[in-house]
Each structure stands twice: as C-alpha cells, then as structure tokens.
Nanobody, 121 residues
C-alpha cells in the first residue's frame, strides 16, 4: 500500500521558516517527481513547486521563488520543502504528490494527507 506522509507544518511568525517533509512508504520515490500543492481556506488547491527525479526544481508559483527550495534524500525516501521568509499568504494545507514529471501533462498518482502551515502577521 502506497502512503505519502507530510510533516513539519506548524505555526510560524511572518518572516520565519519551516521545513516540510514528504516521506513515502510502499514505493521508492527515486523514480518519481514530487509535487507540492497547497490549499488555503476557501480557495482551490494550487500547484506550488516540484522536484524531478533528477532533482531539478520547477516553480509553478512566482511568489515562492527565492523563498522555497526543494531537496530529496532518496536513501530516506523523503523530499524536503524548505520554506523561508514566510508570509501570511503562505498559510495553507500543504500536500505532496507523486508525479510522472514536473512539466505540464504529468500524471498524478498519490496524495499525502497534508500538513497545516500557518503564518501569523
């Protein structure tokens, strides 16, 4: 059974940092791109950024460029989302997902359950 588990969310002040993790069981992340999405209250889920199987990052949101970075540790079957200079508008539930690729036209296979990130003004 495939399972993705996000962790690391929490409450942080404006300008603070958090590191989210996405850990998989039941499959090896080595061959997958991992996308991060977020959903704020009352809004649709949106794509944020993605890391390919070769560790290249694709940004879907210009607002996170220069603040959010991705890395992966295949030995731990984990992808990390480092979020710096957080803003209240980053408040959302963050989800990771396995993708066939980061570029448009990808197939999305599995979602995690999400982790809440709240940024106070």
């Amino acid at each position: 059974q495939v399972q993705l588990v996000e962790s690391g969310g929490g409450l942080v002040q404006f300008g603070g940092s958090l590191r989210l993790s996405c850990t998989a069981s039941g499959l090896s992340l080595t061959y997958y791109a991992i996308g991060w999405f977020r959903q704020a209250p009352g809004k649709e889920r949106e794509r944020v950024l993605c890391i390919s199987s070769s560790a290249d990052t694709t940004y879907y949101l210009d607002s996170v460029k220069g603040r959010f970075t991705l890395s992966r540790d295949n030995s731990k079957n984990t992808v990390y989302l480092q979020m710096n200079s957080l803003k209240p508008e980053d408040t959302a539930v963050y989800y990771c997902a396995t993708l066939s690729q980061c570029t448009d036209g990808y197939y999305l296979d599995d979602w995690g359950q999400g982790t809440q990130v709240t940024v106070s003004p």
